[in-house]
């Protein structure tokens, strides 16, 4: 049996737990939290849902791109030799064309090729013959017309005189107005002599009563004498009784021509019309003189015009006539060359065409000094470019470029072969390092847009959004492709087609690189 122990202690070997929570059936966790989870739930599905929606309402636009290209040149010192090309002296700005005015046969020439010739200097002179017989005939036609204008001025002036002095109408006038009166007068007369009349009827009527009463006692011729006498003055009676109608409608017919005489010389429509007319004729042959007067100008003018004459100071370079010759003149069938009597040119003005090869042409810039040299000269002669000429020679691959002779010595002349070398011009960088390179960024021409604010093009970015770019146009080209001197960098991508609905940071699908811009489209510059 064995012997009784300590007490063992197994507290050591208890661990602690966490109180757990009493079993209540009615606990529940905070709503808050259920509706955090749901909102953002929520809010998941509405951006899925609109990023879906903008794919499908608003697809990005499909474009396709290019990059823009990167030249690289050396940098050279001012007053280097940058290329030299071949050219021809020619006058600046063009030829001058001596041209005969008129049609006609040259008769003399008067200058030879070389010669210098002051301006309204006489070049030819064309036969004159037939110009002096039409002078002489358009001054016999303006005596002749205005002869007519002295008649017509005469006219004028007489029928102007009767307007203002009508005697040939107040006369009539007169005489009506002293028949009237006359008239009046006598009907005024009438019942007096009417009295007297019928006073005298009755006397010879009681004196033939008395006599037939004593006829015994007076013979019969006084008897008889006494009835003539009673006889002629009954006549008489009857006579002034029916007179007094008559005078009243003679009165009657006077005064309507005093009323139409005066009216007549009231209003004088044939004096006022004669006046008009005569003035119209006036204005006619004043006209004709006028005519006339012109065509002696235009007979003296070609008269004159049989002289060529030199337009300007300069040099003859050719005759292109000799005596014999037939020019046109203006006439409407005539061309330039039917016309042309010389050509001529300043020998103060002077420039070089050069034909530049395509590939130099990018090296050259508007007032860029250039070194001539010719045969016929020791030493070369200085120019300044002016512009290229508008188009290239397909045949030669060059482009011509006009370069004005600052200071054209004598001993040159139009169409003499030379050499031009083409000179650098001064730059910032050519002043810092001989050996530095200028990098150049170039575009496709047709994608360079403008609008208010200058130029611009549209690029692609990293997230693929169309950008709308304004850029500075410089000078240098190649082909197609135009210097972007400021705005672009060599990594950008410019959209060459899909950008005419475009909007700034659009969404664009870029499906590739189009096929014709870029590179294709000029030459490096080197």
């Known amino acids: 049996m064995h012997p009784p122990t300590s007490q063992l202690d197994l507290s050591s070997f208890a661990t602690e737990r966490p109180a757990t929570k009493p079993s209540n059936s009615n606990y529940r966790k905070p709503r808050w939290l259920s509706w955090m989870f749901a909102a953002f739930l929520i809010l998941v599905l509405v951006a899925i ?63 030879v090729e070389g010669q210098n010739v002051e301006a309204n200097e006489a070049i030819a002179r064309l036969v004159n013959a037939d110009a002096k017989l039409a002078l002489r005939q358009a001054n016999a036609t303006l005596r002749l017309k205005k002869s007519e204008l002295e008649s017509r001025e005469a006219e004028w ?73 009673r ?82 100071p300069g040099r003859v370079l050719r005759v292109l006539v000799q005596p ?65 000429t508008s188009s290239a020679n397909i045949q030669k691959n060059t482009i011509e470029v006009k370069v004005a002779i600052d200071e054209p010595p004598v001993g040159i002349r139009p169409e003499m072969l030379v050499s031009a070398s083409f000179l650098a011009i001064a730059t910032e960088a050519s002043t810092k390092n001989s050996n530095s390179e200028k990098l150049t960024i170039l575009v496709p021409r047709e994608l360079v847009q403008s609008r208010d604010g200058g130029s611009y093009v549209w690029i692609v970015d990293t997230s693929n959004r169309a950008i709308r770019r304004s850029i500075d146009v410089g000078s240098t080209s190649n082909g197609n492709l135009v210097e972007a001197r400021s705005g672009l960098f060599p990594t950008d991508r410019l959209i060459a087609s899909g ?11 870029v499906r590739g690189e189009h096929e014709t811009l870029g590179v294709n489209q000029g030459k490096p510059i080197n």
Do not use: C
Request: hydrophobic letters at 45%; charged letters at 25%.
């Open 49 to 111: 849902l609109g990023i879906l929606l903008e794919s499908l309402l608003f697809p990005p636009h499909s474009v396709t791109v290019v990059p823009v290209v990167t030249s690289s040149s050396e940098v050279q010192h001012e007053g280097s030799i940058v290329f030299q090309a071949a050219g021809w002296i020619e006058p600046r700005p063009s030829l001058v064309n001596v041209a005969a005015m008129v049609e006609g046969v040259v008769e003399q020439v008067l200058v």
């Open 157 to 229: 002036k007489a029928a102007k005189l009767r307007f203002e002095n009508p005697v040939h109408l107040q006369a009539p006038l007169a005489e009506a107005q002293s028949l009237l009166a006359k008239s009046e007068t006598e009907l005024a007369k009438l019942p007096f002599q009417l009295q007297i009349a019928e006073a005298q009827l009755k006397f010879a009527e009681e004196s033939l009563e008395g006599k037939e009463s004593a006829q015994g006692a007076v013979s019969g011729r006084v008897v008889s004498q006494a009835r003539n006498d």
């Open 231 to 312: 006889f002629s003055s009954f006549a008489t009676v009857q006579e002034l009784r029916q007179r007094k109608p008559l005078l009243e409608t003679e009165i009657k017919a006077l005064r309507s021509r005093v009323d139409a005489l005066s009216k007549q010389l009231s209003l004088l429509i044939d004096e006022n019309r004669q006046v008009e007319d005569s003035a119209a004729r006036r204005t006619a042959a004043a006209a004709s003189v006028d005519e006339a007067e012109i065509a002696v100008e235009h007979a003296e003018l070609r008269l004159d015009r049989t002289n060529i004459l030199s337009p300007s």
């Open 324 to 388: 014999g010759s037939r020019v046109m003149g203006l006439e409407v069938t005539g061309t330039q060359s039917s016309s042309t009597v010389a050509s001529m040119y300043d020998p103060n003005k002077l420039q070089v065409r050069v034909d530049v090869r395509l590939e130099d042409f990018a090296r050259v810039a508007p007032g860029q000094p250039v070194r001539i040299e010719t045969a016929s000269l020791r030493a070369p002669i200085l120019g300044t470019v002016l512009l290229p």
């Open 499 to 509: 950008y005419d609905s475009l909007r700034e940071n659009a969404k664009v699908f």
